[in-house]
C-alpha cells in the first residue's frame, strides 16, 4: 500500500483538462492492451454544445454483462478487465442519466465478446458536471434538463452518448488478445431479443467457428451448427446465412431456407476475408 499511495499523490499532480491529459489517463489504465482507447464527440441541444467523452481499456476475459444493480443480463455465462470512464457537460439529472448509460451500455459494451469469459469487475462510469448549461425544449421552452425520454433533446443525448460507447467498445474487440479479424453477427427474424442474443452468442464464440474466420473459411456448417446448440429456438429450414461487407446491404448467402446455395466457394472466400456474418431464422 505505501507504494500504491506514492504513486497516487505522485499522479495527482499530473493532473489537468487538456486533451494530453485525457491521452494520459487513457494510456495509465492500459494492461494488455496494445493501444490506448479514447473518443469524444460534440454536438448541440437547444443552443447549447454539449460533449461527451470516452476512454476504456479492455483485451482479455472480454464478454461483459453489466447492469445497474450488478446482477447479470439474461442469457449471460458466469464468468483482464473491461473498464469505461465517461464525462459529460451536460446538465442531465442521475436519473435520466442512468437510463441513458443502461440503453447505451445494453447496445454496447453487453454486445461483444472476444474470448467469451466475464471478467469480476466489467464497469462503465458516467459523470456528468451540468456546465454546458441546460438546454431549451424545442416544445414547452422549459429547461427540460434530459429528463423527458421522448423529448428531441433527450433523444438527441442518447444518439450521442450511445454513439461514444459503440465505438469504445468496438476498439476493445479490435485490440482484443489474439484478435486478427473483427466479425459483426447480425440476427434477423428472431422469435425474441433474447433468442437472437443466445444465437448471436453461440455463434460469436464458438471455437470451430471462429477458427474458420479466421483462416477466411466461410464455413456455414459450423455457423448452423452453433445456432442449433443454442437455447434459441431454430427451424433449420427457415434459416438463412450470408456474409456482407461492412457497410454494404448486400448479403451474399451461402445457406437459403437450410439449403446450400449455388454460390462459388471462391465468391464466398472473397465475401467472407471482408465481411460481416449474417443470418435469419
Given at each position: ?124 462510469i458516467v459523470l456528468a458536471n451540468g456546465m ?130 449455388k454460390t462459388s466457394f471462391k465468391d464466398l ?13
Amino acid at each position: 500500500m505505501d507504494n500504491v499511495r506514492a504513486g497516487i499523490v505522485a499522479r495527482h499532480d499530473e493532473l489537468g483538462s487538456t486533451p494530453d491529459h485525457a491521452a494520459a489517463a487513457a494510456e495509465a489504465i492500459m494492461t494488455s492492451d496494445t493501444r490506448s482507447k479514447q473518443l469524444a464527440v460534440e454536438f448541440k441541444v437547444g443552443g447549447k454544445s454539449v460533449r461527451i467523452g470516452g476512454v476504456c481499456k479492455g483485451a482479455g476475459m472480454i464478454q461483459p454483462g453489466m447492469s445497474a444493480t450488478g446482477r447479470r443480463p439474461a442469457a449471460m455465462p458466469l464468468h483482464g478487465t473491461m473498464l469505461c470512464f465517461l464525462t459529460t457537460d451536460a446538465a442531465v439529472e442521475t436519473k435520466a442519466l442512468q437510463i441513458a448509460l443502461k440503453e447505451a451500455v445494453a447496445n454496447s459494451f453487453n454486445r461483444i465478446t472476444v474470448d467469451g469469459d466475464m471478467s469480476t469487475n466489467d464497469t462503465v462510469i458516467v459523470l456528468a458536471n451540468g456546465m454546458a448549461g441546460s438546454p431549451k425544449s424545442k416544445v414547452s421552452g422549459q429547461k427540460p434538463e434530459f429528463r423527458d425520454q421522448k423529448s428531441p433533446e433527450f433523444r438527441m443525448f442518447q444518439a450521442a452518448l450511445s454513439h461514444v460507447c459503440l465505438e469504445l467498445a468496438k476498439m476493445i474487440v479490435r485490440d482484443g488478445e489474439g484478435v486478427s479479424r473483427f466479425v459483426t453477427v447480425r440476427v434477423r427474424g428472431a422469435k425474441s431479443l433474447t433468442d437472437a442474443d443466445a444465437a448471436a452468442r453461440a455463434v460469436a464464440n464458438s471455437a470451430l467457428v471462429k477458427t474458420s474466420w479466421h483462416g477466411g473459411d466461410p464455413n456455414w456448417g459450423r455457423i448452423i451448427d452453433a445456432l442449433g446448440y443454442s437455447p434459441a429456438t431454430v427451424i433449420e429450414e427457415k434459416v438463412d446465412i450470408g456474409y456482407s461487407a461492412p457497410g454494404s446491404g448486400r448479403i451474399l448467402l451461402s445457406l437459403k431456407r437450410g439449403q446450400p446455395t449455388k454460390t462459388s466457394f471462391k465468391d464466398l472466400c472473397i465475401a467472407r476475408r471482408a465481411s460481416g456474418v449474417r443470418f435469419a431464422h
